[in-house]
């Protein structure tokens, strides 16, 4: 079994000493009104290096099979579209395309930690392979020759499946794609976006939210209730707020000032609850390992 | 030595396109919008308060933020990310800025249409072009028409009426109107006292500076000096009509060279073409050999020292300090309007710096991945280290902002610029790999554009 958290701070991260000397205050601060629940926390972070408590890898198990299913969705769009291609159908496949689309998104959290597989899968820019190279040709061109790279984007989903199925799933990992997922739906959009010739884009980043909520809810709310009410309060309710702020009829409509700003606070809110968490700060390093 | 940096500027106006058009169905600004950000040569800038020997004010700083600060403006332009450093770049002009419907070449755009203001929309087809703001402090009146004799009045003017902007704090047009007074004309070695030639300027040049001061055949009261006064940058405060539609103010011939196209709509390309206009306009009769000799004046008086610098990671760290710098003064004071600003665009600036630097998904760039994800997660600490100082500010916990901004500067003093300088050779800063990143990219688009028609 591998294990899916190569996103921990690197050692050489500047700054990062100073960050856990920080929490620690934070932790400390937090102990007269938490005492009884934060004994586990603080003697996991007196014993020098911070353990995920083993409850929340469990919960972290209970994430899986939504993935799964999330993949499968993708998977299945995929292999309609496919179809639709060998049928020289292209309404068809760009709908197809779309759907699988939505599974993809809301899956981001976990995906971006098979650095490979993503750059196979969701290419960007420039893109040679995956959804982005389909997407040019069967909405910007309005060209059906996508077959090679459908299946390859089959073959690689697939292999993504396995994966989901073998790998151990750890809160760190999670934490750590959810901040990084975070990041990128508070990326500019002015240029049309992620998907910009599906014109999808305000669609993706709704699912990408809708994949942080879910992961959160799933994996973190209760622990991160039990420690720190308020906290947790703030989390839902910065959630709520990009999702409120993503109900725009257009892209061009977004405010992506405001939608920049509440995407880096909910990082912050997850870095000021890993330490809660017996987790390090999330990470926002992209990965190199699979 | 001159001619060396002529060619230099003709041979980048001649180079094929590198700019970057906007495209896909759900951009802000139309398709085919040109901003030219991703031009590896940007203006350099020159600051009054440097020149002299001293340091960029407070107020200077603050004045360059807000002028990058998309947030200054409203509407469209605000949506777009634009702010007036997009075509104001470095303080000077933008060539290559275009917007369809709204420009009739690059360099021109209508600045009273539906697009940035429907308020302000006059339906006439009226572009002008985007004039450079070196030495705008010798240069009033303001706008080509001269219509107002207060830079103040004029910025506030810009923000709220053209770019459709919320109504600006006093602090933040001073500001504005500090930066823009402290923005100097680039030195011109070719240029002595009171606008004459220096000794190192070829003959062509001197006989076309006794053509600029010579009377005109039909009106000896006139010459081309008695309004381009050479004591006075070139300028006299006026508005003339020279046959372009209208009244308009006379430009300074100063760093014109790097102005072009010329004339308020920017009609025309050179200065043989503007030469010919006034040689028809005030009958002058000027030989083949006088036009000549009046073009390579203006090349002489035109020029200026190293108008370009190569963009990359120094340049941007630099920008990015001299803007946060502004946090130093602004926290203890518990300015929270300008520490928002401040938050707002040094993390928007980094963002952008950010996509300097090819994340793994981009499989067009393979060299230095390793170096380029450890930038990246640089940039990307130094952005949430900044929304920290926001954040304890907009809860009133100055100290905890403070504490937070020396975490920014201790970052940004050497693990920050190390971490990028390991990853420039790999990143878009490098000529071949931008080259090579906006050529995929337009071959995805031109593929798309193709079947479109």
Redo the contacts between chains.
Sequence with gaps: MKHLNGSVA?AG???AS?HVAEDVDVVRGRVARFLPRLVLVCTVLAAGAARTEPLLDDAAERYRPLMAEETDRSLAGVRAMREAVLAGDVDAAQKAWIVARVGWERAEVFTSGF?EL??EI????????GFHAIE??L?????LDVRPEADALIFHLTDLRAKIRDTRLTAQGLLDGAAKLA?EV???K????ES??S?T??DDMRNNVDGLDSVFRIVFASAVEARDAKLAEAIRGTIGQLQTLLQVP?????D??TL??AS??L??AF?TAAPLLGLQRP??????QQ | MWKAALACWLAILAMPATAFPIHGSQTVLPVGSELNEDALERPREVFRSEALGGRKSYLVNLGDLAFSSPTVLGGTARQAGMSCSTCHVNGASNPRFYIPGLSTRPGNFITTSALFNAKANNRLLDPVTIPSLRGARFLAPYGHDGRMTSLRDFVHNVIVNEFAGPEPSPQIVDAIVVYIHDIDFLPNPRLGPGGRLTAQVGEPARRGEALFVKPFPHDAGLSCAACHVPSAAFVDHLQHDVGSGGFFKTPTLLNANFNAPYFHDGRYDTYDRVVEHFDHLFGLSLSGGDQADLVAYLKAVGDGRQPYERDGVLPRLAEIMDFASVLGAAIPAQDTEVITLAVDTVGGELRELTEEFPSPKDTNVSAGREERRLARAALKDLVLCLRRVDLAAAGGRFDEAADEYINFRKLTAAAVPVALQNAEPSSLFDPVIHDAHYAALRQIYEAADRSSR
């Design positions: 690197a991260e500047p700054a100073r650095t993503d750059r969701d290419a960007w820019p420039n893109a040679a392979t040019a040709k909405f910007g061109a309005g060209r990041y508070g990326e500019s002015a240029d049309g976006g910009r010739f014109g884009s305000l257009v892209l061009a409509r977004l992506s000032r920049r700003a880096e606070e990082i912050i870095q990470s926002l390093q992209d990965l190199v």
